[in-house]
């Protein structure tokens, strides 16, 4: 294992270039967050390898699709159902198996407003 004193993509490059080719052709893994730069590592060094983009990167991208999501939907209701909406966001994040049956109503409620919604939840 190195640890490489930065990210910058000619450095990673000129890095991974002086790895023997047979080294890259048997890492099976290739794990990074979503940056363009290591996606660009990925695929021009680590081409058989499996890219696995790390948990805490991936659940914050899909928090801010949702977040997205949730803003353009509140713009477009009345504002008691957005107070409403609002008091229960909580609620889609969690798992369907830990909501009671009337939260599981209430979630029900809000994507029935959006299909937009139920595609990012579902």
């Known amino acids: 294992m190195d640890i490489l004193p930065t990210r910058d ?4 490059f000129s890095y991974f270039k002086s790895v023997p080719s047979k080294e890259k052709q048997g890492l099976k893994f290739f794990v990074s967050d979503m940056s363009n730069t290591f996606k ?11 890219h696995i983009v790390d948990r805490y990167h991936f659940i914050r991208q899909v928090s801010w699709d949702l977040e ?27 798992p369907a198996s830990k909501l009671t049956s009337e939260k599981a ?3 029900s409620l809000m994507l029935g407003f959006s299909e937009d919604l139920k595609l990012h939840i579902g």
Request: aromatic content about 14%; proline content about 0%; charged content about 40%.
């Open 105 to 107: 109503k209430k979630v």
């Open 40 to 50: 660009s590592v990925k695929n021009r060094f680590f081409k058989t390898s499996i």
């Open 9 to 12: 993509k000619n450095f990673l």
């Open 68 to 94: 997205n999501v949730w803003k353009r939907i509140q713009k477009d209701i009345s504002s008691k159902l957005r107070k409403y909406f609002k008091r229960s966001r909580c609620l889609l994040t969690k």
